[in-house]
């Protein structure tokens, strides 16, 4: 009954991705392999470095307490950025948060441990900005070539988690190795192929992607989080073929980009659906 779990982008709705994985754990049916796009990828990061379920648990109630004292805003580029517009100049930032903190907290979450020291196969998607390709971090050794995908197995796995989950505009890019890389979820928001990609057959997909509603006003964290959800929505139609069985769990309207508070409703509701879901998942599971 072996199988891969495939976790979607979609910010802090990514907390629904720890109530899954509960769920499932609960239920014995624990994952052999976990493939994550965005915030997919940084609870797929979790998942893979061993950490328990508890212990995810109480870092999402961490991070809707104080996840606003993790996004640390590019002030001096911003100052520089302000003349160079005025002047009509080319401007030259790059995202509106540096990163630094959130990696910093992953790296206490997962320690120096790298890509090669993970106890589940993982896939980790980001793009690099110099090549275009989509650099796909992993400990695997079945990968098979596919276009424009380079397949990366150094560095650590705090690194990886945080450059593919680098919304563009929004964070700087992460420079890792050679790359300069930014969010998994431009070319891969639910990395089902991926994951197949590197030797998983069967995959259990979880898309936590909402309706899509206008934006509530025209801020640049708005307009970006719902250009980012357009596209990425267009792209997991294409993406999302080859799964075995779809979760979607029903999450609040009110939760985005970066809207920490809702984080604890979000794996509560990630928890319940798929407890619903169980007779389904298993009914799938047993088709292999």
């Known amino acids: ?18 109530g899954v994985f509960k769920a499932l754990v609960e239920a014995g049916l624990r994952p052999d392999a976990v493939a ?15 950490m328990l379920v508890s212990q995810m648990e109480q870092a999402v109630l961490h991070l809707e307490k104080h996840g606003g004292d993790y996004l640390d805003p590019d002030y001096s580029g911003l100052l520089a950025f302000m003349p160079q517009l005025l002047a009509g100049k080319g401007v030259s930032l790059s995202g509106l948060i540096k990163g630094d903190k959130l990696l910093d907290y992953f790296f206490q979450l997962t320690g120096r441990r790298h890509m090669d020291e993970t106890v589940l196969t993982l896939v980790i998607p980001a793009v690099d900005l110099v090549s275009g390709n989509t650099i796909c971090f992993t400990n695997s050794d079945q990968v098979r070539e596919m276009e424009r995908v380079t397949w990366e197995w150094n560095g650590y796995l705090c690194e990886a988690m945080m450059a ?30 991926l994951l197949q990609a590197a030797g998983i057959r069967d995959v259990l997909a979880v898309d936590i992607a909402g309706d899509y509603e206008a934006p509530s006003d025209r801020s640049v964290m708005e307009v970006a989080s719902h250009s980012f959800s357009i596209m990425s929505g267009r792209l997991k139609e294409c993406a999302s073929a080859g799964e075995m069985l779809l979760l979607k769990p029903p999450l609040s309207p009110k939760a985005g980009l970066l809207t920490f508070e809702q984080m604890g409703g979000c794996m509560e509701q990630g928890y319940e659906y798929t407890r619903k879901m169980l007779p389904r998942i298993r009914k799938a599971l047993n088709r292999m």
Do not use: C, E, Q, W
């Open 1 to 18: 009954m072996g199988y891969g779990l495939a976790l979607a982008g979609g910010g802090t709705r990514g907390a629904a991705h720890v």
């Open 164 to 193: 593919g989950a680098s919304v563009p505009a929004i964070f700087a890019p992460r420079k890792v190795g050679r790359y300069l890389l930014v969010d998994g979820g431009v070319t891969d928001i639910l990395p089902v192929n």
């Open 36 to 50: 994550g796009a965005s915030a997919g990828g940084i609870v797929a990061g979790l998942i893979a470095s061993g």
